[in-house]
């Protein structure tokens, strides 16, 4: 009998799971993500629908409600809080903001400024006064490294503290909605992500054994594909590509906006690349040994990774190989909230060669791609994408760039980054996204002390 009911139970799941790779390795879709993002649009609509009337019935019976609970209603609409400013949207306009600016350094420290008359008054530190009151409101950084703020609720997350009950109506539809994503999808997308990575090592091994290098390479961009493909449909990803006459095609390096781990399988399901990284253990460490069985991938062991003449060399190596695929890189070296690009790590840059810029927009509605490693490890993250509605984005392929004569690395990455910035409609930033792990560097302090100085001194 038991016998029986796993026959049963055999015979679709292998149809179901032959289908999704047929699928992925055709690159194409029956459109079902698409009509279920589309139904969750009307969802968030008729939402925010329901919580605006209830909003404006309570602002007529100013009789039931206190001054405080018509305010919180209020904001409810509009959708803002004090943290409406991780959308973009600054609370500050600042027309004096202290800056790292590394090219004018003087290397002279402040203690080696001759001892000259210097003539104080109050009024000359009010600048900074008001920059150190500005950047406790509000400041370019911190703000980068926490979720974006939604304007209207999107059913899963509580995205305003004065959020209260609205209607029966929108409860139920919380309910149901939690009952899909924890009963329904979370199941079935952790499936799939296995179903991928299985795939991705049986797969890969048996391209290795292919003798034929002529044979072996497009068997293994085929697999890289599919892998990702099918990675990127266990979070019911919809993306949205755009000049796609800008794809990379040859050996040089794609640098991207970095938000989520995710942006790899984003990318990866539609193009090959090298992908380079430090190894690891666990999940991810079983995705890289299974990649690099047929791709020429590019991993370093902790302590090498530090080591930049090293890297610098394996990297020239690769690209030195026309027949090799793009490197794919996020030069900001961290997760950024997608509201934003920060500084650009010049590494890359120096190597020589083709860069492809790529910018990644994703829409915040349907889940909140932003992995805040400081946080959340690793499987609670995954454990909240599983459980999000969906991960929906846009990918902009921009015109290759070339470093251009006389041009330093780091100013070449800045050029860069501003295409990005702009195409993706993100906030070009010049600070340093590590300083979410470290305090600010010595030398920008000191740059700040001596302009101060010579204030003092010209006035």
């Given at each position: ?24 390795a055709?690159n ?9 993002v ?12 329901s ?20 305010n ?6 509009n ?66 490294f ?14 305003n ?8 109506k ?64 266990s979070?019911?990803?919809?993306i ?36 380079i ?57 961290t997760?950024?909230?997608n ?21 990644i927009?994703?829409?915040?509605r ?34 290759p760039?070339y470093?251009?004569?006389g ?9 860069v ?23 600010p ?19």
């Open positions: 009998m038991l016998y029986g009911i796993l026959s049963l139970c055999w015979i679709p799941l292998a149809g179901f799971v032959s289908f999704l790779i047929i699928l992925s055709i194409k879709s029956i459109g079902v993500r698409r009509a279920y589309k139904l969750l649009l009307r969802i968030f609509e008729y939402g925010r629908n919580i605006e009337s209830a909003s404006n019935e309570n602002l007529k019976n100013p009789n039931e409600k206190t001054a405080e609970d018509q919180s209603q209020v904001e409810l609409v959708g803002l809080d004090a943290k409406e400013s991780t959308t973009g949207a600054v609370l500050i306009n600042r027309d004096a903001v202290l800056l790292p600016q590394p090219q004018e350094l003087n290397h002279d420290k402040p203690n080696s400024i001759k001892k000259e008359e210097i003539n104080f008054d109050f009024e000359n530190c009010l600048d900074y006064v008001k920059a150190g009151v500005e950047a406790i409101i509000e400041d370019d950084v911190t703000s980068r926490q979720a974006e703020e939604l304007k209207n609720w999107n059913m899963l997350t509580r995205t503290r004065h959020y209260e009950f609205i209607s029966w929108i409860t139920l539809i919380w309910v149901v909605g939690f009952a899909v994503r924890y009963s329904i999808l979370m199941p079935l997308r952790v499936f799939v992500c296995f179903v991928g990575v299985v795939f991705a090592v049986i797969s890969n091994a048996f391209v290795a054994l292919v003798p034929y290098r002529f044979l072996r390479r497009p068997l293994a961009d085929l697999c890289f594909k599919i892998t990702f493909r099918l990675i990127s449909s979070l019911s990803a919809v949205t590509f755009h000049n796609k006459q800008y794809k990379p095609t040859s050996t040089g390096f794609c640098v991207a906006n970095h938000t989520t781990p995710f942006d790899v399988a984003i990318l990866s399901t539609d193009c090959t690349f090298s992908l990284g430090q190894r690891h253990g666990g999940f991810l460490g079983v995705l890289q040994r299974a990649l690099a069985r047929a791709s020429p991938h590019i991993w370093f062991e902790r302590g090498e990774a530090k080591d930049r003449h090293l890297v610098a060399e394996r990297l020239k190596q690769h690209v030195s190989d026309p027949s090799n695929p793009p490197i794919l890189i996020f030069p900001e070296g997760c950024i909230n509201t934003s690009v920060m500084q650009f790590k010049k590494g890359s840059f120096e190597v020589g060669g083709v860069i492809y810029p790529v910018a927009k994703y829409d915040p349907f889940g909140d791609a932003f992995w805040n490693s400081s946080k959340y490890s690793m499987m609670q993250y995954l454990y909240m994408m599983m459980t999000s509605w969906a991960i929906v984005c846009d990918v902009w392929y921009l015109p760039m470093r251009q004569e041009e330093s690395a780091i100013d070449f990455a800045n050029r980054k501003g295409v990005i910035a702009k195409q993706g409609g993100l906030v070009d930033l010049v600070w340093d996204g590590q300083l979410k792990r470290m305090k560097k010595k030398e920008w302090r000191e740059i700040q002390q001596i302009e101060f100085a010579n204030r003092l001194k010209s006035d």
